[in-house]
């Protein structure tokens, strides 16, 4: 054998895995949530593993979804793994765009993976995205806070009390907001939450003939009520802060309250990172009395596009980042605590995890959700923070900036609901609605 034929046998070799194919790098696209920030930081472990290297794109929320969106419909072929969510899935799922999940291996035990979230990552049955981590919403507070103002937080508060709490809370003299929430546009960001919000006020996006209702009283009563507690106790500018900027803010302990995802209660409590990390309760997401809660359901989850020339090395990442194994890996490095949330069941079966602080209200949280009766009055859509349906990412989004701006200041409340039901009439029209 020749010298040059020798070193392509041998470099041949070093590309093999150990499952016998050859080692492929991937390329991930994911966002920038300290749970995904912290996998990447594990990616040796899935190399020594595999032989796989992977490339990772890392985005902010709304830019991410762009990307993805935009990648997938043009058949791009930029990523072999996406980090997309409940909103997607189904609708990608059913368009042929993603590689079905229903060959995982027995060790994987996809049957593990939560019920609410395995139905809400499928079409049809099938599961198209494995979840990384779930999450509902709810209220962390800050116990030492609220026992100053002479008042107990309820484990399940009404809006009507956390208006009051936040404003006893509010001491802007020390640069403490009595509660922290998100009015950034984009649809996933200030858009689902204000949506979830809308829920407990008897909202909701469109009547059963699919007919934008942002021209009724209870959107109304939201926006003004919303708008109206943030005026008076949230931060300066909460108009352009979401789901990143407002973790900084709790965690500077600048926030008696805040309101969002649950996986944040990892980080809201780890004293590594945060000022307030001893003092923190959680409760249920607000209601208004009307038999439905402001949380929502959502996970971000990891999806394979139809068409990448690296599904098994894909599958192989899958199972391995949304795996007990995986979880097994962050607990035994960084404490049960920060292991990823509200995907798998066993993990609320888990000794080790039953009495982390956060844990049996996140998952009161999820399972409490609903996402096919999601709004009081019926809606023909399924979705709590979104109605999953192609269209409603673009028109939600363009229906955000004008809530945005009428937080700002730059318009009314009127103004902004008036423009927000045009503009999606517009929109539903055009798509055949």
């Not at 419909?73 to 059913?94: L, R, V």
């Not at 939450?193 to 109304?220: C, E, L, V, Y």
């Not at 249920?284 to 038999?291: E, K, T, V, Y």
């Amino acid at each position: 054998m020749s010298f040059k034929n020798a070193l392509r046998a041998a470099t041949a070799l070093t590309l093999i895995t150990a499952g016998g194919a050859y080692a492929e790098t991937i390329t991930i696209a994911t966002v920038n949530n300290g749970d995904m920030i912290r996998m990447q930081g594990y990616t040796d472990d899935f190399t020594a593993k595999t032989g796989h290297e992977v490339e990772w794109v890392t985005l902010e929320e709304n830019v991410l979804r762009q990307r993805v969106t935009t990648d997938i419909s043009t058949k791009g072929g930029q990523f072999d793994i996406m980090t997309i969510g409940m909103y997607e899935t189904p609708i990608w799922g059913a368009n042929g765009w993603l590689v079905p999940l229903d060959d995982l291996s027995a060790e994987y035990d996809a049957a593990d993976i939560l019920p609410a979230m395995a139905g809400g990552l499928s079409y049809e049955g099938t599961l198209y995205a494995a979840p990384f981590y779930g999450e509902s919403s709810m209220v962390m507070y800050r116990t030492d806070l609220m026992e100053k103002a002479g008042m107990g937080m309820p484990e399940a508060p009404t809006w009507s009390f956390i208006r009051e709490a936040a404003a006893a809370m509010t001491d802007r003299d020390n640069d403490i907001n009595g509660i922290c929430l998100r009015g950034k546009a984009g649809w996933g960001e200030g858009g689902a939450f204000i949506t979830a919000m809308s829920n407990s006020f008897g909202a909701r996006w469109f009547d059963m003939d699919w007919k934008a209702q942002f021209d009724t009283k209870p959107w109304h009563d939201t926006l003004t009520f919303f708008k109206g507690m943030m005026d008076e106790s949230g931060p300066a500018g909460y108009a352009t802060n979401g789901f990143n900027e407002n973790l900084s803010l709790f965690q500077q302990g600048k926030c008696g309250m805040w309101i969002d995802a649950t996986v944040a209660a990892s980080f809201v409590t780890n004293p590594d990172e945060s000022t307030v990390a001893d003092s923190v309760g959680f409760a249920l997401a607000p209601d208004n009395g009307l038999g439905k809660r402001s949380n929502w359901l959502w996970a971000w989850a990891l999806a394979i596009p139809a068409g990448t020339a690296k599904e098994d090395a894909a599958k192989q990442f899958i199972e391995w980042a949304t795996s007990k194994d995986y979880i097994e890996l962050v607990a035994a490095n960084e404490g049960w605590a920060n292991v990823p949330p509200g995907a798998r069941t066993s993990l609320y079966e888990n000794p080790n995890y039953k009495d982390i602080p956060f844990a049996k209200m996140t998952l009161k949280s999820i399972l409490s959700a609903d996402p096919l009766h999601p709004t009081v009055d019926p809606v023909p859509y399924v979705g709590i923070q979104f109605a999953a349906i192609p269209e409603f990412a673009g028109i939600a989004t363009e229906v955000s900036q004008e809530f945005s701006a009428a937080y700002a200041g730059q318009q009314t409340v009127e103004e902004a609901l008036a423009k927000a039901q045009a503009l999606t009439t517009d929109a539903m029209e055009a798509a055949g609605y």
